[in-house]
């Protein structure tokens, strides 16, 4: 039977001060490790999986991930070839939970990630559907507790009733659910030195999915949902007529500065946490994080154009930057001491 989520988002404590979003999701993201155990398939079902049959689980994630994200495929590529595979489940079954909110069929949205969620994240090992097969190995082999999971379905279902934020605050509950949750899992495949790394992963994922948001606030209109905060809309006098209309004026860019300092600040606090992470996974997640900070540098260069082009990085560009973030990845990130 599927376990769901205790803790929900409505019942977090409300923001009273600057960067409450914080200690909200430090609640979130430690309480599946005091609560939990991976909740994974046992070991004598796992090992009665045809092997032939879980190796087509596993290519079947990994053209997923080829085809929907090509910076995620070229960073789990830098992986060893066993944390490779996990990672690629680990994306389609986070490409399949996303999918059945934003694509049209006959079930409502709710249904279909209840359905799914009780298909992927049952005790047992469902080996019709090859991303649950694949996800449900990939968990009990790396002792991922299942609660990590749940919350991503938790913060998936939230584009269901909410198309906007009021707040900073709230949109990062919302970013930790979809990102953050994400980051955590690829941090027990990749495995790690402390427990500290946690907070770095949920830094990390808010910054990943603030330039999500940043580069696809016209996708993002046209669907109906709008991310960025509405309080700091007022404040930059940026009206919801305004992005219906793609401006792109002083007003706007005094907004996009403001999001993509926050993010690169982000990106900059969470990146020191690469140095917790096993050696052989270092160079991936900073892949990863630098490949997509550097897209902040693309809206810019198209003086922030976000409602007609979706920024990215060339293939080119990807590979110029990767010695350079091997670099890093060894010798450049490192952690403070702790203060006595």
């Known amino acids: ?95 399949i939970s996303d999918d059945l909110v934003d694509l049209e069929n006959d079930k409502s949205p709710d249904e279909k990630l209840e359905a799914w969620r009780s298909k992927a994240l049952n005790d047992g090992i469902d080996t019709d559907n090859l991303v649950a097969l694949a996800w449900s190995d990939t968990r009990f082999h790396y002792q991922i507790p299942i609660e990590y999971s749940h919350q991503l379905i938790d913060g998936i279902e939230q584009d269901i009733r909410t198309t906007r934020y009021t707040s900073f605050d709230d949109l990062a509950v919302y970013a930790y659910g979809v990102a953050s949750t994400v980051g955590i899992m690829a ?91 096993h050696n052989d996974g270092r160079f991936s997640i900073a892949a990863a994080a630098e490949l997509y900070r550097a897209i902040l540098s693309d809206i810019e260069a198209h003086n922030y154009d976000v409602y007609n082009r979706r920024s990215y990085v060339s293939k080119r560009g990807k590979l110029m930057r990767l010695p350079g973030i091997w670099w890093r990845s060894r010798y450049g990130y490192r952690l403070k001491p702790k203060l006595s």
């Open 1 to 95: 039977m599927t376990e769901r989520s205790n803790l929900q988002i409505e019942e977090l404590p409300g923001h009273d001060t600057p960067e409450s979003w914080k200690r909200r999701l430090h609640t979130l993201a430690y309480a599946p490790l005091k609560t939990a155990t991976a909740h994974s398939p046992h070991t004598k079902e796992r090992l009665k999986i045809d092997s032939e049959k879980l190796n087509q689980a596993y290519s079947y994630c990994s053209a997923i991930t080829a085809e929907h994200s090509k910076t995620f495929y070229l960073a789990s590529r830098l992986l060893p070839k066993e944390k490779q595979r996990a990672a690629q489940a680990l994306y389609a079954f986070c490409r």
């Open 187 to 277: 941090m027990h495949i990749i495995g790690y030195t402390a427990i500290e790394a946690i907070d770095y992963a949920v830094k990390l994922g808010i910054a990943l999915q603030l330039t999500n948001i940043l580069w696809d606030v016209g996708e993002d209109w046209r669907r109906g949902r709008l991310y960025l905060p509405l309080d700091e809309l007022t404040t930059f006098g940026i009206t919801e007529a305004d992005i219906a209309m793609g401006y792109i004026g002083e007003r706007w860019r005094y907004l996009m500065q403001h999001q993509i300092a926050r993010n690169r600040k982000l990106y900059a606090e969470a990146l020191p946490g690469i140095a917790y992470l």
